[in-house]
């Protein structure tokens, strides 16, 4: 074994870039592979390369040059991803779990298949009426691509023919096969972070996230939820990581219903927005983990280190430049911590970085970390 | 103003490494300067200058990509800083302030003209003699090097009149003056980081430092001194750095001697490895707090997220690749946060990492952080 081990990230984005920072402060080198130079990413290493997996050329020197290698996304199609395992390097997560994940329907049938509880759901093909959907889900129900949907983009909520129609042409466009599933009426949205190697599986606190738009805004950790109802989340969300042959690390969506049931959203085969508070918040951040179980290492403590913690999204509030007009006024907030991700522009609604604060009380840290957000100028 | 802020740091090292990291995630751009291609900060950046202060060109264009510059060690010719500002440019520190510090004799004139306590010294000339010495400081006592020591470099402790005589044949070699220092029986070493702007000045709790063969081995935050000491402490290092005009972060090195005195030892105006437990132990650590106040910005808290926390230098074991060899077996260790600083080589005494544990009780993480550094294999 060469001494300093080099981890690959396909993808270069603000999670492959929270995932290098949390490797370098351990001494390990990342490789890059994103398809535009200096990505958030790729801008923190030697080791980039411009291109993508459908380059035989880029890919075959990013492969040689990597131990190890990972993603920061579920939209690789697997078939490129066992080409690399045939290649011989491993990748975590491997293409046999991202066949089970990245196409939805085929995720849903993969859990429902162990009994884990998810919202119910069907095919649709070009031939499927609005009626039969009605007749197996009720309305609302939702419409969705079953790859690569993502932040909202490829669902749509169905409450008549009408709306059906114009959904389907829609969602058509992403060029995607579509299925529909039944609406659930929540009362919280949860999410787990799991990490699992072949010998350890851990799971970080549930937390709650409140979404806007579709786009996680705030992240409440640990959720306010009842010690019985966190130990069901995690022992499903535990479940479902099992199911896919999860190895690396995932994030568990789920919704909490009013009757107190809980329903496996979404699995993400990777770093997860509703973890980034981790990296302030809990002895070994998600990223930190997400190395270790890339290398098959001991994991990390995933406890709290504070009994509260908030996150909150900086998402873009115009057009333009990738970096904050005003720091100095967003940094009068004495406690909280800024992530800015290094992304070249800024565009309304676009994931520019976020906000931590960690303290004892919810009320008074999400008090600060709303208040630094309003400010921020980017 | 540039929309994206570009900070140099002159020194590529571990200092200038977590600097880097700690703006970077803030969104900032980073510019380091330094002798070797691939040094651990230069490593993380696009904007690598290799060369030094005294390659005019080299210089010239680092300057003209930097909004503002600092430092990470205070061995740069005071000249050059100077040179740095009359080009327009803001250096944090100043010249004037490296002027005060970087010979350690006007540091401590300059301390005395303040009256703040320290050790009694005197300038050793060519002519100097042993008697004279002892006479004014006692014995044993301390020859050190004005300029360029570290580490236990360009130190010697004087017991008798051929010790003296060596003392001063070795000390030659190093190029710079003399100056002879009491020795101080000490009960314990403290340090206190203080970070100042124009507008604020903050200090990090005062640790306990032990040294083994003149270098930093542990670091325990915060003393376990009486409150009454640690504000006295808190005081006099605020007073010292406003002695120099110093803006910017600052370790401040201390006794306390056996009669409860306290005495500075030695300025530092850089990041210190006594502060690096901030990382993970305070709300913003002195890389962070080091990047606000090179640029004006508000200071971020200095308190600790926890009532202890102690650091262990990873110092070279062995000659050879700067990376260890049983990562994996280190990682064992749970909670603890390693830091491994990406030099190429090893050698016996570098220092190639740190490790850091926090908790509720000094013993039990230093028990912790111990376990882990006589494992790890560098």
Known sequence: MRNKINIGILGGGQLARMSLMAAVRMGFEVSILEKQEGSPAGQLTDNEYTGWVDDKKILKNFIENCDVITLENEFIDYHYIEKIEKSGKKVIPSAKTISLIQDKYIQKETLRNKKIPAAKFMSVE??????EVVKELGLPFLLKSRTMGYD????????CDEDFKIAIEKLKTRKSKLFAEKFVNFSKELAIMVVRTEKEIATYPVVETVQKDHICKEVIAPADISPEIAEKAKYLAKKAIRAVDGIGLYGVEMFLTKEGAILINELAPRPHNSGHYTIEACYTSQFENHIRSVLGYPLG???????AAVMINILGKREGEGFPENMDEVLKEKSVAIHIYGKKKSRVGRKMGHITAIGDKTEAILKKARKAEKIINI
């Open 301 to 307: 403590s995933t406890e709290m280190i504070k009994p």
């Open 126 to 131: 070009c031939d499927t009426k609005f009626e």
């Open 152 to 159: 909202g983009y490829g669902n749509a909520t169905v409450y």
